[in-house]
């Protein structure tokens, strides 16, 4: 009976994590590691770990290790994570303004003029997720500060049926509105700065959400 307890309340920590996006799609999940956060042997880990294989929310390769495996998010997952991190961000902005938190702000530029230089959409996100993590390196909480960091990352590669459009879209809009950003916080004019990061989130929301009713007026005309 405390096996199974144990297993279970290893299921969820895992399952949870990666819900929430924490695990990332590849990341390799390390049993010791698990074992020694929830003080509990390797074998609940292995079951829950078995359990989440056959739920296909990790792969499991011998001799290698676990690996989250990447999923197809919806639109409204989506813009449901957009508005979390825009919470998130705008209150990290406050915190830069009350504490006197200096940004790095050469390295910012320079990620900056790279993302806009370069035309592979895999290297503008990279750049993007590494201009974010220079961003947010003012935060003290770490567990904040990695929140921010995987939120923004799922967003920015999110896997979608119109992936190709969709992320260039996303990026397009991050690098119209970052500059903005990073000009208002070189200032300290904080209140702009937070301006321009609420019409780039609320542009990503809107520009899923006409996706999402294109796709379904295309439906509707095909089935009526």
Not at 62 to 73: N, S
Not at 113 to 124: F, P, V, Y
Not at 142 to 167: A, P, V
Request: aromatic share 8%; hydrophobic share 35%.
């Amino acid at each position: 009976m405390r096996q199974k307890k144990m297993e279970e309340k290893v299921y969820k920590y895992i399952k949870g994590r990666i819900e929430d996006g924490l695990f990332v799609a590849y990341s390799n999940i390390i049993e010791t590691e698990i074992a020694q956060e929830l003080s509990v042997s390797r074998s609940p880990v292995r079951s829950a770990l078995k359990r989440l294989k056959e739920e296909g929310l990790v792969e499991i390769i011998p001799y290698k290790g676990t690996f989250v495996k990447p999923r197809m998010l919806t639109k409204k997952e989506i813009v449901n994570q957009i508005q979390v991190l825009e919470l998130l961000v705008i209150q990290y902005i406050f915190q830069l303004e009350t504490k006197f938190k200096e940004l790095p702000l050469t390295q910012l530029w320079k990620l900056n003029k790279a993302m806009t230089i370069s035309q592979d959409l895999g290297e503008k996100q990279q750049l993007a997720n590494q201009l974010i993590h220079e961003l947010i390196s003012q935060q003290d909480n770490q567990y904040y500060r990695e929140l921010l960091t995987e939120m923004f990352k799922t967003i920015i590669e999110s896997q979608l049926i119109d992936e190709e459009t969709s992320g260039r879209k996303r990026i397009a809009t991050f690098e119209k509105q970052i500059p903005k950003v990073l000009s208002f916080l070189q200032k300290k004019e904080y209140p702009y700065a937070r301006k321009e990061l609420r019409i780039l989130f609320n542009q990503w929301s809107l520009d899923l959400i006409d996706e999402q009713e294109v796709h379904l007026g295309k439906y509707t005309e095909e089935n009526s």
